[in-house]
Every structure is written in structure tokens, then in C-alpha cells.
T-cell receptor
Framework: GAGVSQTPSNKVTEKGKYVELRCDPI?????LYWYRQSLGQGPEFLIY????????DSGLPNDRFFAVRPEGSVSTLKIQRTERGDSAVYLC???????????FGPGTRLTVL | GQQLNQSPQSMFIQEGEDVSMNCTSS?????WLWYKQDPGEGPVLLIA?????ELTSNGRLTAQFGITRKDSFLNISASIPSDVGIYFC???????????FGAGTRLTVKP
């Protein structure tokens, strides 16, 4: 389809492990966003890319979280030494321009046991 | 950072009734947006507002960007069962690229 896709849809991992979450934005969208959504809460901003560069990473909770977008399209959110508190749905969104309307993917549900 | 206060947290209404929900902030926002999220899905944009005082409709939905730039409301008229879901307000704080979300309003529509 033409929407934002995210893989995997579900990820179960053990405490201390490393995980990678992938986002494929809508083709041609230059801006890409990562959010984290805990149960019963709204999405919480993590990081925003404009092209290949991270324009704003102020929402990353700590240095265990890192994201890349090497070619300005697909992005990977990387979490090292996962903790149980990292369990959440990780949402990706893209937009055609800075501050433009964001289109969300279905999310990756991460469970850290 | 700037927090969005969204109310009510939940609403239980009869089919055909009108619904109103709102969002306030302690700081000025550049944009206000309203999203709907169904279980297991990402939020879907309903209405986007870019100018203070702007009033925009999308079918049975109407939203306004408050004059003070610190609030917005969403109205749904003549609710139907498929309106069930969680509605989120969101916005870009002034001079800030990131999007802030409210905690959501869970809407239940009884047929």
C-alpha cells in the first residue's frame, strides 16, 4: 500500500536485549517522526528527521535509544539494553513537509519481559 | 515541556447525540490537530488547524483553533456507532518541531 508501514508489528524480547524497529514512510515524504505510546496515553514524541538528519531528538528518553535514517527514507529505531519500562507501542509518522500533516503507521508493540 | 490537557477523559453517549471535547495548553501552539485512533492502529488525522480563530469542518466534525492559540475544541454532530474510538488533540508548540499529544478522549456510542 501507499501508507506508512512498520515492522515488526509485535516484538517480544527479554530484559537487556537489543531491538531494532523499522519504519517505511510514505514515498517522497521528507519528514519522519518516532513516537512512543503507553497504554491509556497519547503518543509521546521521541525524535524527528528532516531528510537524513535528526532535526530534533529531544524526546529520546536516554542514551539507550538511537535512531537513524541513512538514506532519507527508511528509518530504524534502536534500543539497547532494553528494560521492562520500554514496553509500549512505538509509532512512526511521516509528512511531506516540515510541520505538515503527519500520517501514522500501525505501530510496533514492544514487550520487554 | 508543554503539556496538553484534554477533556473529558471518556464519554458515553447515545447514537444521534452531539459530542464536544477540548484541549488546552499553558503555552502558545502553532498548529492544532485532531486525530482518531482505533485499537491496534496508528492515529488517523481528522482535522488540521493552522491559524488562530480558524474554524474547520470535515463532514460531521467541526474543530476550532482558539484565538489565544492555547486551546482547541472538536465537535461531532449526530454521532454514529463507528465514531467509537479514542480522539487525540495534538499540536506543535511555538518554535518547536515536535508534536505534543493530549491523553485522549475515549468515546463510546450506544446504538
Amino acid at each position: 500500500g501507499a501508507g506508512v508501514s512498520q515492522t515488526p508489528s509485535n516484538k517480544v524480547t527479554e530484559k537487556g536485549k537489543y531491538v531494532e524497529l523499522r519504519c517505511d514512510p510514505i514515498s517522497g515524504h521528507t519528514a519522519l517522526y518516532w513516537y512512543r505510546q503507553s497504554l491509556g496515553q497519547g503518543p509521546e514524541f521521541l525524535i524527528y528527521f528532516q531528510g537524513t538528519g535528526a532535526a530534533d531528538d529531544s524526546g529520546l528518553p536516554n542514551d539507550r535509544f538511537f535512531a537513524v535514517r541513512p538514506e532519507g527514507s527508511v528509518s530504524t529505531l534502536k534500543i539497547q539494553r532494553t528494560e521492562r519500562g520500554d514496553s509500549a507501542v512505538y509509532l512512526c509518522a511521516s509528512s511531506a513537509q516540515d510541520l505538515g500533516e503527519q500520517f501514522f503507521g500501525p505501530g510496533t508493540r514492544l514487550t520487554v519481559l | 515541556g508543554q503539556q496538553l490537557n484534554q477533556s473529558p477523559q471518556s464519554m458515553f453517549i447515545q447514537e444521534g447525540e452531539d459530542v464536544s471535547m477540548n484541549c488546552t495548553s499553558s503555552s502558545i501552539f502553532n498548529t492544532w490537530l485532531w486525530y482518531k485512533q482505533d485499537p491496534g492502529e496508528g492515529p488517523v488525522l481528522l482535522i488540521a488547524l493552522y491559524k488562530a480563530g480558524e474554524l474547520t469542518s470535515n463532514g460531521r466534525l467541526t474543530a476550532q483553533f482558539g484565538i489565544t492559540r492555547k486551546d482547541s475544541f472538536l465537535n461531532i454532530s449526530a454521532s454514529i456507532p463507528s465514531d467509537v474510538g479514542i480522539y487525540f488533540c495534538a499540536g506543535n508548540p511555538y518554535n518547536n518541531n515536535d508534536m505534543r499529544f493530549g491523553a485522549g478522549t475515549r468515546l463510546t456510542v450506544k446504538p
